[in-house]
């Protein structure tokens, strides 16, 4: 059993986390209920990933997600939170990268689907696209903010592991509106990168370190499809909802990926 300890980014509440190896599929257990990491159990995309089943809920479960699958670690995981929000540690995926490796004997990861066809998606600006091919992973963003502008990043499963240091970042500007509708209250500046007009308050660890950090969230929430995908996937404008999609759309176009491993 590994354990962390941390603060809810939006809730400000603190939370418990101990990973268990275990049988069987990927889950959570909240309020001693199970909540599957899977596509099924998405019940909030708005800004982090919520997973909800039989009443128990668990959110911003991508960081975490993301750190299994650069870890290929597609199953035997039990994940058991003491609140409803996983802490947001130091905003970006590294200490569960680091806690997960030490789980006992990892399983072998399940076959990978190879999608026969494309898939595209649009919301505004924002579009998703899905082609078969080799396991790539692409993101861009478009920010206004000068220090931010166009990113892009491109990688395969063995680039994977270079955005787990990758923080969350937000905008000075977009603080007060968040703060008001009472989330962002355990954001502090140990935890996200803050940019003001004059650019971010803290060191970059990249230079395309929110690029990354979006590449992050993308590689979360496509671990809830339950298997690797042998396809190439981008994101332009990306977000959590847009994520969702996709998964829903390629559940629907590839009746075989219904079996969960
Ligand atoms: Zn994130």
């Not at 996983?86 to 490796?101: E, F, K």
């Not at 924002?126 to 903010?145: K, M, R, V």
């Amino acid at each position: 059993m590994i354990a962390l300890e941390g603060i809810g980014i939006h809730s400000g509440r603190r939370c418990r986390v101990t990973l268990h190896r275990i049988d069987g599929p990927v889950r959570f257990r909240r309020s001693g209920r199970d909540i599957p990491a899977a596509v099924d159990a998405i019940i909030d995309s708005r800004r982090a990933t919520t997973l909800g089943a039989d009443g128990a809920r668990v959110g911003m479960v991508e960081h975490l997600l993301a750190a299994l699958a650069a870890r290929s670690l597609w199953s035997g995981v039990l994940i058991e939170a003491s609140s409803d929000e996983l802490p947001i540690l130091d905003g970006s995926a590294r200490a569960w990268y680091d806690a997960v490796a030490d789980l006992p004997e990892p399983p072998a990861p399940p076959e990978a689907l190879r999608p026969a066809r494309s898939l595209r998606l649009t919301a505004g600006e924002a579009w998703a696209e899905l082609d078969p091919g080799g396991a790539q992973l692409c993101c861009g963003i478009h920010y206004d903010h000068p220090a931010i502008g166009e990113q892009r990043w491109c990688g395969g499963p063995a680039r994977y592991p270079e955005l787990v240091d990758a923080r969350t970042f937000g905008l000075r500007s977009e603080e007060q509106a968040l703060r008001a509708r009472g989330l962002a209250s355990g954001a502090n500046l140990e935890n996200v990168i803050v940019y003001d007009e004059e650019g971010p308050l803290v060191p970059l660890r990249a230079e395309n370190e929110p690029v990354r950090h979006k590449a992050l969230d993308a590689l979360g929430d496509l671990f809830l499809f339950g298997r690797p995908l042998e396809a190439r996937v981008s994101f332009w404008r990306g977000s959590h909802a847009l994520h969702a999609a996709l998964l829903r759309e390629l559940l629907q176009a590839t009746p075989e990926a219904a079996l969960r491993p």
